[in-house]
DNA sequence: ATCGCGTGTTTACGTTGTAATCATGCTTGA
DNA sequence: TCAAGCATGATTACAACGTAAACACGCGAT
């Protein structure tokens, strides 16, 4: 057989640069089969469609960067390591979590050896696995919803949209916010987002310590 | 002038029919021209564009429920309370959580309101603006986060997808997971999801409780 | 050598967002 | 009362999209 030119990874990989640099609408098969030196209809072949081609994007930014080797062996390290991982990951990529937000739930090999990773740093803890998967959730689920809102408007005004807004609508409207709040709003992000994961964890941490007897 | 017989109000709850019914992708100018027996041009009368129309459909959701009046005057009472109606209606209208993340965010005149109602559950705290600001953030991220995940596979397979995903793959890779966990995804998510909420409630309330002088 | 099939290309079609242009009829100044 | 003006919606048109269908090519097996 005619020995291939395109290989699924490479297109994978082409796709993400596209996304990367115009967004998720730039991720067109014309484009992505365009930087590879192929026509659109190319990508065919080795994906079923746009769609699928979007699903393994996801999973490969999950695998791209792996989680740290040995884990930490308290459960909060670990988990703050994956939180704070995820983190940078969807800034890397800002269309990761709309990816996600609109295709279905991408469960690749990727995504399962990172849950496993996740689940692991629960060992040795009394509780059941569904437990583990729901107290891993919250982290994951903290990290994605603040993400969620802030990995979009960087693409353009970034910081100038935000201060418009809060400054005219907001100064008069919300007393409760302060007015210096919009100038350091994307230095500050990650000192939020450090802030709030060290109280998710302290809600896990206040449950892991308590009698499993007086748990719900 | 010729009176218009299309308002921007109609425009955008037609719009919102349309998602609920089909999905984010379905608000279509023709279509939702359609629903109004008009045509697809008639809507950039009234609506900038496709862009433009969702940021307004996200507005309008997020005032379509009102946070109880008045509010619980404990603050962990008043956040479930909010938590749980934007929990509510993320799964009134999926396409909601794709929208904000597609779009970039809307601070329109609901979404502040929303906000003034919510930041005002920590009055008599001994916390500034800016940590008011951050806590509530937690709780309105883990929520959203959550739903993220699981407001999309409803439009088709449901359960079925996730029974097939974690069962073929998942019970040979993942051990640690329970092989009956894929059974009850869908009821188990409100429980899943009030389960977090304590968790997180509670990493809020032990830093309130905390002497100021401690606070990082 | 030749057959078959895996690979990439070309062409084509329906649908999308939206710019440009037109048709219409209410509102307003005289 | 009546003509002008303009806001509103309809029509037309176009580039770009996803992708189905048909084609051309060339290596592996026979």
Redesign the pocket.
Known sequence: ??????SREQIVSAAIEVADEGGLD??????V?QRL??????L???VA???ALIEAMVDAVVGEFAYPEPRPPHWRDALAALANQDWRSYFAHPWFLAATATCRPVLGPKMLAAMEWALASFDGLDVTALEKLHLLSIVTSYGQGLALTWTQPDREGSGQYWREQLRGVGHRRLEAIPAELGDDVELDLDRQFAFGLERVLDGIEMYLTSPPARRP
Request: net charge positive.
């Open positions: 057989m005619a020995r291939p030119s395109l730039a991720v067109t098969m014309r484009l089969g030196n192929a026509s659109g209809m190319a065919y072949r080795h469609n746009r769609e």
